[in-house]
């Protein structure tokens, strides 16, 4: 890192500090949380108490264990003022808040919500901490900007068990989607301008979670499985109906390799008069995506749109997905987010929520880089197929409607 560069990220850094450092009234906690955050984004091997504790100088881990165990702060109110952050450097009118799950995996018992349960990160039943997150996604980059630990029902149930890890007495039991709906509310009343949400089949499948975000006045695509209902039939069903030309080849974003290119089918369906009244301001919608190397390979969405978005809107937010999976990669690889040693809960919200800022700060440079040199990119667009198919109207595909049309 050049000179110049470095000192452009102390400067903000400094400025990152500055912003949440009246969350901590004793100077003594405010020293330690700049330790450790700076420990998280420093060369450290392993992110824990120790390693951070012997790159900060200190003689021993115990300053910072003090501080995610017993210090007096919130860290929620650290939470508010990475929103806060995200928004202002982040944010832009058409931002992407995306809802996913991922998993720590620990051994032993007694790490507060540990049990053998699934985990997606590991793709097999491990002992286990699921921590629930929320990412925001934009233009200018992508970073995480909420979370909430899953308690299983072993835990809930035993308040014994709960009482050992400190988990607040007032915390029962909840789902996975009851912490997706307390996290949405809480970005729709943060800084964040949020114009959409997406999220996996997990989330995407449940019919009370998409009318929750209608009655939020949010835009979302989401997952569903392929025995998902659309209006009777199943939506494999459905796609497997589209004609050739409703197939059309978008990239869903950048990714490692370079654009992440598939065909897409998508076909808008018919308004449902106890929902939308008579002048729907939104319009539901069915996607699909192939892949091009596996045309047997397809994946599943419902969408819920403003009545002049395109295939490639719905492409677009679909895409920003995997966004929150880059999130997860680069927080545990390069911030420490799974590193943790703690085994309570006060503990575990408050390394998360340090990580969090750690690598919101890194999105943050990362965005005011590309900046520098941004480039111009246009937008695909999408005609309407004036064929009706089962009660939905295909989106077709403007080359192949162009070639079709001109074929005497």
């Known amino acids: 890192m050049s000179d110049d560069l470095a000192d452009v990220w102390d400067r903000e850094l400094a400025e990152l500090f500055l912003r949440i450092g009246a969350r901590f009234a004793r100077v003594e906690p405010r020293k330690r949380m700049r330790d450790y955050v700076r420990g998280l984004l420093g060369p450290v091997g392993r992110k824990n108490s120790w390693q951070l504790a012997e790159f900060a100088g200190h003689p021993a881990p115990h300053r910072l264990q003090h501080l995610l165990a017993r210090a007096c702060w919130s860290a929620d109110e650290v ?16 931002g992407v808040l995306i809802i996913d799950d991922t998993g720590f995996v620990k051994k032993g018992t007694v790490s507060a919500g540990v049990q053998r349960q699934y985990s997606g990160t590991a793709g097999r039943t491990e002992n286990c901490q699921i921590g629930v997150f929320a990412a925001y996604a934009s233009t200018k980059g992508h970073a995480l900007v909420d979370r909430e630990l899953y308690l299983p029902r072993s835990w809930t149930d035993d308040r014994q068990r709960c009482q050992a890890a400190r ?24 800084p964040l301008p949020i114009a959409w949400v997406t999220a ?41 109906q589209a004609p050739s030309e409703a197939w059309q080849r978008l990239s869903a974003g950048s990714g490692a390799k370079g654009e992440r290119l598939y065909d897409w089918a998508a076909a808008r369906l018919p308004a449902v008069w106890e929902f939308d009244g008579d002048q729907p301001t939104r319009q539901r919608w069915m996607l699909a995506r192939r892949s091009l190397t596996k045309p047997d390979d397809i994946a599943y969405y419902l969408a819920y749109a403003p009545l002049d978005a395109t295939v490639a809107d719905l492409v677009r937010v679909a895409g920003c997905r995997w966004k929150i999976e880059e999130c997860f990669q680069s927080a545990k690889n390069e911030c420490g987010l799974d590193q943790y040693e703690v085994r309570r809960y006060v503990g575990w919200y408050r390394h998360i929520t340090l990580a ?53």
């Open 79 to 94: 939470r508010d003022d990475l929103q806060t952050y995200i928004g202002e450097q982040l944010g832009t009118p058409d």
């Open 167 to 190: 988990v607040p007495d007032e915390r029962g039991f909840a789902t996975r989607l009851e912490f997706a709906r307390s996290m949405i509310k809480r970005a729709l009343a943060s």
């Open 200 to 240: 996996d089949s997990a989330y995407g499948q449940d019919s009370h979670f998409r009318r929750f975000l209608e009655d939020g006045g949010l835009s979302y695509v989401v997952a569903v499985p392929k025995s998902q209902q659309v209006h009777g039939p199943r939506i494999d069903f459905l796609i497997a």
């Open 356 to 408: 969090m800022l750690a690598h919101a700060f890194l999105a943050v440079m990362a965005a005011q880089e590309r900046e520098k040199g941004a480039a111009v990119t246009t937008r695909p667009t999408s005609w309407t197929s004036h064929r009706p198919r089962f009660a939905v109207c295909w989106q077709l595909d403007p080359a192949t409607a162009l070639r079709t049309a001109s074929t005497p």
